[in-house]
């Protein structure tokens, strides 16, 4: 075999398809999924040992254990699904096809092969004015699409897109990877969702 076949072969495609709730005024982005292997359930953030949902519940409902199943080891995906559809918040990545250069989840060795197009998303989510991003190689990529400042940790970049004004945030990496314990990141978070949430967010 070629090393370019060989090069092919190891490409991986997203597994799963845009969640864009028709009303979504939030779009979270990351880098992409990781492997079969380390899913909990079929949805985005299906690692149990990341903590989005369990930083999702502590803003939203105070209790971080809120979207985990009744067997304690597993995300409950159907919660989270109503809970999303709820609040208006959409969820893709920002990469559609990937190499993994060490085999891992890592976005250090992740080779994005075909970027996202982030702005067919947008056109689909016609109430969306923030877009969040949770980690450095989602961050770079988004700047580079939209030509914008790359924003600080839990602050936002204003642009605006085919006449809409638009807020990118950059939030802090839900993996147990990045150095902050889960309760200052769910208080980083909370800060972003204050201006669209419809449920109670706890301050």
């Known amino acids: 075999m070629k090393q370019s076949d060989n090069q092919q072969c190891n490409i991986e495609r997203h597994p799963l398809t845009p969640f864009l709730p028709p009303h979504a005024k939030l779009l979270m982005l990351g880098s ?7 899913w909990s359930m079929d949805f985005y953030y ?9 930083i999702m519940g502590l803003i939203f409902f105070q209790d971080k254990e809120h979207f985990i199943d009744e067997g304690g080891k597993a995300f409950c995906r159907p919660r989270i699904v109503d809970f999303l559809t709820e609040q208006g918040i959409a969820l893709f990545d920002t990469a559609t096809a990937v190499r993994r250069l060490n085999n891992n989840a890592s976005d250090m060795f992740l080779e994005i092969v075909e970027a996202t197009d982030v702005a067919a998303l947008l056109r689909q989510l016609p109430e969306c004015c923030i877009i969040a991003v ?10 580079a699409r939209f030509n914008v400042v790359e924003p600080k940790v839990g602050s936002y970049t204003e642009f605006e897109f085919e ?4 807020r990118l945030y950059r939030m802090p990496s839900s993996s147990r990877a990045y150095p902050l314990k889960i ?3 769910a208080e980083i978070y909370r800060g972003m969702f204050r201006p669209i949430s419809h449920a109670p967010v706890r301050y």
Do not use: V
Request: aromatic share 10%; with cysteine; net charge positive.
């Open 183 to 185: 309760e200052k990141k």
């Open 32 to 38: 992409f999924p990781p492997q079969r292997k380390r």
């Open 46 to 54: 299906p690692n149990f040992n990341n903590d989005m949902w369990r």
């Open 134 to 143: 949770t980690g450095q190689k989602a961050c770079d990529t988004l700047c």
């Open 163 to 166: 006449g809409r004004g638009m």
